[in-house]
């Protein structure tokens, strides 16, 4: 093997087939399913989205109504959670809380198996699990923040939708429908993007037949890192650092010379844009008409000119939806774990797509250590 061989970061490399969702950097689209993820965020609740992620399709009335109900009976935080929550300092990143939080789940849920590949489950299990696994999660999101502010847990709502419920369990009060709005597109435009790291570790996971909360245990850590989901969070850090539009051109000469790496620009597959943007953009010019907070627009579109211009990278995602969380009373710590909340419908479709065609994924390297050497004085035996 030569290095010419080797794809650093597999970059180009094509590792297997997905009818999840396709990603088109020539033309700056993602479908899921087949559906430009636009027009889901523009007329589907998140949990339709599911269940397309999931099933393949979109759902008629009766199994949306299903899937909701069984999302209802499940919303709680379940008690080995919290407790499993409240041993962690207060200081835990929120990430190692949701972390600590699904294994938690996965342990109780595959207790009694009887060996490793019983863990692995069924396809109808797994598909249970994936459900189970997204309706509690929210409530793990809202408590983690709820505790970090001194709060207790507010108890979900049945007469509310997932992303109305995951408001009000976080912040204690009914949204405005602009914020529900603003949130349920953001969930949906997170959900999925084919074989993005966090993904394709879950679908490693799922390649040794480990089971499906392993996988997604493994994912959370992959999503962890600010060269993926953690830039969110990271955009934030870096608006609070500049503080307003006129401070933009200084702040950036000096982050640029000091070759700063800008979060939440750039994409490893969209070069000239990523789809998800104008979208993303939208919600959250509607919360800053909504919240009358101007400024944050003016920051948003002059560091977005500025960077552009001089670099023609462009912004990702986590770009437009880092001050969109921010408005609407999300701390900045709670970011990343939003987009566990949404990414975790790809991941476990993922699974289940991995475990329905599965090949183990073990790629090779080159090794570039020393030659062949040996221990001085050891004779091996006959
Ligand atoms: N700020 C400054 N320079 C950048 C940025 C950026 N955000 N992104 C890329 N570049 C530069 C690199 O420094 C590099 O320059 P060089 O060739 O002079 O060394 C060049 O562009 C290529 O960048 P790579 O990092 O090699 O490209 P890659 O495809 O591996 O990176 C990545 C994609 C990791 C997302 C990168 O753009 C980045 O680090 N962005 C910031 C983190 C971020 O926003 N991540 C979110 C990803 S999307 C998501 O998870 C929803």
Known sequence: MTDTDIKKGLAGVVVDTTAISKVNPETNSLLYRGYPVQELAATQPFEAVAFLLWNGELPTEAQLAELRAEERRHRALPEKVRAAIELLPLEAHPMDEVRTAVSVIGAADTAGAASVLDAAGSPEENLARSVRLYAALPAIVAYGQRRRRGLGIVEPRDDLDYAANFLWMTFGEEADPVIVDAFNRSMILYAEHSFNASTFTARV???????LYSAVVAAIGALKGPLHGGANEAVM???????????????LDRALARKRKIMGFGHRVYKKGDSRVPTMQAALESLIEHYGRPEVGELYATLEREFVSRKGIYPNLDYPSGPAYDLIGFDTLTFTPLFIASRVTGWTAHIMEQAASNALIRPLSAYDGPEERHIPGYVASA
């Open 205 to 211: 996971v799922t390649s040794t037949l480990s089971d």
């Open 237 to 251: 850090h870096i608006f609070a650092e500049i503080g307003s539009a006129g401070n933009v051109v200084p702040w």
